[in-house]
């Protein structure tokens, strides 16, 4: 039965989708929130909805993670202010005080279908929107940004770093997630006052970047190395990554974990460019009435489509046909998936693929089998985790994707329950934890997993 039939007939109760708490204390659940006076943003529409949930969730220790966890980038991520005129709104990640464009996106995304009860809320996302704009034309191949050029530890990594830069990974989602943001803002509000002559240089440096890193003359200028014993810290080939074949996709030298692909065609990212060049495309003609520039970002969309289907894919012999995660245009591919989105896991999230879609569904029996040398199943849990932190971790992100883009409500709950057990008495989701011992946790404090888990529980909690 699909997902939404089946929750509109149902109540949360009886469908099961949150369990017994089983946290110590029983249905005494400490405040862990911070402190209302030490918030560095209120929102009148975001707290509704936390009521609203609470009130309508039947158990008690997920009402308890979402409280916690969906106001935990505005609560202790944001500094929203105004510069001449216009709101910019830096974002850290956490406990790591830099703004990834990757992240300060996901971590105001689900606050987007908020804004039309909430103004300020709104110029707080528009402030984030002003701000990547910055970033970008700073450097488009920067994966994260310093609030101003203070330096950072990594200012003697082997490329052209600058004040500004807090680090120079070249990632392709770092360049798709402000396309998905001002967007989808766009479609919500209808305001455009974001999208002035700066945005518009900040797309075109989108674009060029992506030409470029499609190598067709030569390899690009960008090059990357870092003095380091961790080798998915840094980059072979001189710091051009492994040699691909020129084949009509974009190499992405590091993956959204920040380590370093292997194949440098990363397949969900590609996914991904290919989705933002058509936002780009309609914005172009819709706000901009740039008839010729939204022409190149469809022509370039639908190049990089064609080659995904021809590279992209790869004849597995239990699964069949499948996605790779990574590939270089010579016939080599990387079969495993990541838990850091853009995945393959959650292409029906940020891209045109199709939950429905038979490769996808033989990718997902894939990612989701022993088959996936990055699938852990222990005591503790079950889920994908990630090279980053190394074997036997798993990613309550990897968790939360397999929740949204499920079809099967046995799933979803198996999902919830999952994620309710493993916040190791903290209340709040982390970067990840041991398949065996949730207590042994990475990053206590990670807004992006925090503020993805709201968007799930408010999800299902919404479709019920």
């Not at 853009?342 to 996808?360: Q, R």
């Amino acid at each position: 039965m699909h997902r939404r039939t089946f929750l509109q007939q149902t109540s949360l109760a009886s469908a099961g989708l949150f369990l017994t708490p089983r946290i110590s204390g029983g249905a005494d659940f400490p405040v862990v929130r911070i402190p209302e006076a030490d918030r560095k943003f209120k929102s009148v529409a975001v707290e509704k909805t936390i009521e609203s949930v609470k009130k309508t969730v039947g158990n008690k220790e997920v009402a308890w993670l979402f409280e916690n966890c969906f106001p935990n980038t505005l609560d202790t991520t944001v500094e929203h202010k105004t510069i001449n005129g216009r709101p910019d709104t830096f974002v850290i990640t956490g406990d790591i005080h830099a703004m990834w464009l990757r992240d300060s996106t996901a971590q105001v995304w689900p606050y987007l279908p908020l804004m039309k009860e909430d103004k300020f809320l709104q110029q707080l996302i528009a402030g984030v929107i002003n701000r990547q704009t910055d970033c970008i034309l700073i450097d488009p191949y920067a994966n994260a940004f310093n609030n101003g050029p203070t330096g950072s530890e990594w200012e003697k990594d082997h490329t052209a770093m600058k004040p500004e830069l807090h680090e120079r990974k070249w990632e392709i989602d770092s360049l798709c997630y402000p396309v998905r943001l001002a967007y989808h803002y766009w479609k919500i509000t209808g305001d455009t006052s974001p999208f002035d002559n700066k945005w518009k240089e900040a797309l075109q440096a989108t674009v060029k970047t992506f030409r470029e890193q499609q190598r067709k003359k030569d390899r690009g200028p960008y090059t990357f190395g870092r003095t380091t014993s961790w080798s998915t810290d840094t980059v072979p080939g001189n710091g051009y990554g492994n040699p691909v074949k020129p084949v009509g996709l974009i190499v992405s030298i590091f993956r959204p974990s920040d380590d370093a692909t292997i194949f440098p065609f990363l397949i969900p990212a590609n996914f991904f460019a290919v989705a933002s060049l058509q936002q780009m495309a309609e914005m172009s003609r819709s706000i901009l009435k740039d008839e010729s520039f939204a022409a190149e970002c469809a022509s370039f969309a639908a190049e990089v489509q064609k080659a995904l289907q021809v590279y992209g894919t790869v004849i597995h012999p239990r699964f069949g046909k499948i996605y790779a995660y990574e590939a270089d245009g010579f016939g080599n591919h990387l079969l495993m998936d990541d838990s850091n989105v853009p995945s393959l896991l959650g292409l029906p999230y940020f891209s045109n693929v199709k939950a429905t879609d038979p490769v996808y569904q033989n990718t997902r029996r894939f990612i989701l089998s022993d088959s996936n040398p990055y699938f852990f199943k222990g005591a503790a849990g079950e889920g994908v985790g990630s090279p980053h932190t190394l074997v036997d971790m798993i990613w309550p992100i990897g968790i939360i994707i397999r929740g949204i883009t499920s079809m099967d409500n046995r799933e979803i709950k198996h999902c919830i329950d999952i994620l309710q057990k493993t916040h190791g008495g903290t209340g709040f989701m982390h970067e990840s934890f041991h398949k065996d011992d949730a207590l042994k946790f990475t990053r206590k404090w990670f807004a992006w997993a925090n503020t993805l888990f709201g968007e799930f529980i408010l999800k299902v909690h919404k479709e019920i």
